[in-house]
């Protein structure tokens, strides 16, 4: 179901009933490269190919299977209903750090407090959020450590604004509020204010500490993970930007309650990418489970979240500028990010256009005969299920997509490079060797003009 390009963001609602979360205490499933073969420099084209073994660094580890997500969460020892948080390392040497995901984990302050270093916080968020989390943000920061003491700034609400004039109201605040290196910012909101805070924190007294607290999918299951930070520009989508890492990212999964429908299924999309790119084993297990993540089944939900989280850190791990391997996370967002500059940013949630890429860029696999057609049909059928995007809007003109992707992040030497599917469910190529003319058949299949 194609949504249309006037559709405006939604935001988050008045909160729900919070269920009962059963928390998942289990050792990481690693994914180690079974092959990685580096084409022609000319080209710049990187072919992955991986497979999933365990680590088993816990009691019970947690294997990707593509049985009901019940008999997944089974597995889990009886001690995660205490409120025990799962635990998924982002390894980067003196740099790593933990990403907390679980139900109630705002409730818990010690978490927070053992990565603020300083006596003096600034908590970014925007107008949505403030009013639903921030005072409960506050008072995990200060209870029983009455040394800290913390600002806010509010921004407004959207990808509209993801800008140099609101960054400044950033900085302006923790100017104003005379600051120092030993501050922590924190970032409370979606991956908007997650990117924003993050470039702030990265540019503020040429770097302080920040933290990562996402309340959307999209940001829980990718934005939030690996320091990427940044804003747009009028000529493309963050194309001004650091490299930074937080000290920690805390999912709290009770923030989801508070989530529309359509943000919701936005963020759906980066959660399917994982699978398409690198784990077919996952992809697979969404195809049987989408109906219990777009009803917010918390197991489901769970088990989504930290699933994406682990093969988000293992590829940050091991490529964390982006020079290859992590450029395949990316698959859709060269046409997707196009969309988002061509119509407007906030016109198309992020996780719609990218869904949108995505058919693209499987479109385009196809026609290159890198893939076979069950795996176009597999991608179209689960996008429909999670209430996204199959095309691009009728606004998209075939000039509009290559002045835009004309200044992609990825274009080396004068060449686009993207992310395509080649070979069976779960391999992918991040390439600038392929025949513009298959990149031109599929511009025209979904345009227009």
């Not at 990718?222 to 747009?232: F, Q």
Request: one cysteine or more; hydrophobic letters at 40%; proline letters at 4%.
């Amino acid at each position: 179901m194609a949504a249309s390009s006037s559709l405006r963001p939604n935001h988050h609602t008045s909160p729900l009933s919070t269920p009962h979360r059963q928390q998942l205490q289990s050792s990481l499933s690693r994914a180690i490269p079974c092959s990685l073969s580096f084409q022609s420099h000319n080209s710049g084209s990187v072919s992955l190919r991986y497979l999933r073994c365990r680590v088993e660094s816990g009691r019970v580890p947690l294997r990707v299977s593509a049985s009901s997500v019940t008999q997944v969460m089974d597995q889990a020892p009886s001690r995660a209903s205490s409120g025990v948080p799962t635990v998924v390392e982002v390894d980067l040497g003196d740099r790593s750090y933990p990403i907390y995901i679980g139900s109630g984990l705002l409730d818990q302050p010690d978490l927070l407090q053992r990565h603020i270093h300083g006596k003096r916080v600034l908590v970014v968020t925007n107008t949505t959020i403030a009013p639903l989390y921030l005072d409960k943000v506050i008072d995990a920061l200060t209870v029983g450590n009455p040394n800290v003491s913390v600002e806010s700034v509010i921004l407004p609400d959207g990808e509209q604004y993801k800008n140099m004039d609101t960054l400044m109201k950033v900085f302006d605040k923790a100017i104003e509020s005379r600051l120092d290196r030993r501050c922590t910012f924190v970032a409370l909101g979606g991956g908007v204010i997650g990117d924003m805070c993050g470039y702030a924190a990265a540019s503020f007294l040429r770097g302080v500490n920040f933290i990562q607290i996402p309340t959307t999918v999209m940001a829980q299951v990718d934005s939030s993970v690996g320091g990427k930070t940044g804003i747009n520009h009028r000529l493309g989508k963050n194309l001004i930007g650091a490299f930074y890492q937080p000290q920690c990212v805390l999912i709290d999964t009770d923030t989801l309650n508070t989530l529309p429908e359509r943000e919701l299924a936005s963020g759906f999309a980066e959660v399917i990418k994982y699978g398409l790119i690198r784990d077919a084993d996952f992809f697979e297990w969404q195809e049987k489970n989408m109906h219990a993540l777009m009803a917010r089944d918390p197991k489901a939900l769970a088990y989504a979240i930290k699933h994406s989280c682990e093969n988000k850190a293992e590829v940050v791990s091991l490529d964390e500028k982006e020079s290859g391997l992590r450029a395949t996370l990316n698959l859709g967002h060269t046409f997707g990010h196009a969309i988002e500059t061509g119509c407007g940013y906030g016109q198309w949630l992020h996780g719609e256009a990218v869904a949108a890429g995505t058919v693209m860029a499987v479109d385009m696999s196809y026609r290159l005969g890198w893939i076979d057609d069950s795996i176009v049909k597999r991608v179209q059928k689960i996008l429909e299920q999670a209430k996204l995007p199959i095309a691009p809007p009728e606004i998209m003109t075939i000039g509009m997509f290559n002045s835009v992707m004309a200044v992609d992040k990825k274009v080396a030497d004068g060449l686009l490079r993207l992310i395509l599917l080649k070979g069976p469910l779960g391999s992918c190529v991040f390439t600038g060797d392929y025949d513009r003319k298959a990149l031109d058949e599929t511009l025209h299949a979904f345009c227009k003009s």
